[in-house]
């Protein structure tokens, strides 16, 4: 991968993880210290200045936000997608029951494939 495409994926991860941070309602400086990291990290992460570990990313998404890893790392792949709406679907349904979700999932499919 070269440097340009990673630095689009920092930015991609970032925009994403700020809008996960924001839609749970959490400062950077709390994510940080959920995650077991400084707030300033967290906001450089965001901003797409500084590259993290997957261990310390498994521990913002598993610690800090409390959703699964792939919430956070699911279709990075260097296009720019804005996804914020399903980020935020995302993190409304992530507690929810199996059958809530499964719900939620037909009715998506349904409007999707009308």
Known sequence: ???????????NL???LRTMRKTARLSQERLGHRSGLSGKFIGEVERGEKSISIDSLYRVATDGLEVPLEAITGGLNGKKVDNSDLIDLNATLIRKPPAVIKRARDVVRALVNG
């Open 1 to 11: 991968m070269t440097d340009r495409a990673n630095r689009v994926v920092r930015k």
């Open 14 to 16: 970032g925009v994403r």
